[in-house]
């Protein structure tokens, strides 16, 4: 109730008495806006946030500070800007877990999408399929023969229940029609780490944190979970699962800008209108596509079609953690 009350005050009908309301919201913003970010510093939604609060100094006229509040899958950071005053200063920069944290956790202390406001889709990015050094497999069909042959003990890492490693693990076991013993890790580097080491046998992980260890030879790459392949350097020679064997296959790690619901019109605008100039930025779209990015120029950089993208994720994700029954409370 508090917060209403002070959005109330800042853009509506406190301010109107005295006849401030509409140039109080004309005005925003007039102090830095902060970007939570619901993971660790380090990790790929921490790098792509710190990428486009850059892009965003310019259009919003503002600093725009970084907050990265981890915890349960993504969960505590999305709570953080659900509760918060809805006067477009906090904002949260969350991936495909805001679609699939409804069916992960069934005690959620939000809801979703009814608590945000959803203001566009920023880029989406395949993972890849990646194997440890030592393994023998040399292709994609070699290793699903090994996977098959060894069943449940093959260890699949994750960088932690809720992860896009994690939901990239369980709908590469639905499409295999086997299971793995998944070993979950708290964040992407410690699961990385074993992978090099030879500790874990495979892994799902975004192609921002592998391109890196596939150049330096450090692990085994198997294929692409997109249905395109990615024009990367360290990726030419390396096929999609669906051209691999697995029809259909698309896993699309995605990242979306949300405010608190029930924060003012204009400012969404203010702030839609920012991303849209941010997303247009050339040194903002090197950068993401030099990590296997693509900057998003469709219908979801509108408010609504991110709405709309995000219901179909949510729908899609939750019947694929429910075959699976893995949850993470």
């Not at 979950?184 to 892994?203: E, F, R, S, W």
């Not at 992980?205 to 350097?233: C, D, F, H």
Request: proline share 6%; hydrophobic share 45%.
């Amino acid at each position: 109730m508090t917060r209403y009350i002070s959005h109330l005050w800042r853009c509506g009908a406190g301010l109107a008495v005295l006849g401030f309301a509409s140039l109080a919201c004309a005005e925003f913003p007039d102090k830095p806006v902060t970007l939570v970010v619901p993971f660790s510093a380090g990790g790929p939604s921490d790098k792509i946030a710190r990428d486009l609060a850059e892009a965003l100094r310019k259009p919003l006229g503002q600093t725009v500070i970084i907050e990265n509040a981890a915890g349960a899958g993504g969960t505590v950071g999305s709570a953080k800007v659900a509760r918060a005053t809805p006067d477009g200063y906090t904002l949260l920069v969350h991936h495909i877990g805001m679609a699939t944290a409804p069916a992960l956790y069934r005690k959620l202390s939000y809801k979703v999408p009814d608590d945000f406001e959803t203001l566009g889709v920023i880029n989406e990015a395949p993972s890849v399929l990646i194997g440890k050094p030592s393994l023998a497999a040399g292709n994609f069909a070699e290793l699903r023969q090994w996977i098959a042959s060894n069943g449940g003990k093959v260890n699949l890492a994750n960088a932690g229940l809720g992860s896009a490693s994690h939901l990239c693990g369980l709908m590469l076991q639905g499409a295999l029609k086997t299971s793995m013993t998944p070993v979950p890790y708290k964040g992407t580097a410690p699961a990385m780490t074993d992978l090099i080491g030879g500790q874990v046998d495979v892994m799902c992980e975004q192609a921002t944190n592998a391109v890196p260890q596939i150049e330096g030879k450090k692990v085994k790459v198997y294929g692409i979970t997109s249905l395109q392949r990615l024009p990367l350097a360290a990726l030419k020679d390396t096929p999609t699962l669906a051209e691999a064997g697995l029809k259909d296959f698309n896993v699309q790690v995605w990242h979306g800008l949300y405010a608190p619901r029930g924060t003012p019109a204009a400012v969404l605008a203010k702030l839609n209108a920012a991303l849209r100039t941010a997303l247009k930025d050339p040194d903002l779209i090197k950068r993401e596509e030099a990590l296997g990015l693509t900057v998003v120029n469709d219908d979801r950089l509108d408010p609504v079609g991110h709405r709309k993208y995000l219901e179909a994720e949510k729908v899609r994700w939750s019947k694929v953690i429910k075959d699976a029954g893995e949850y993470a409370d």
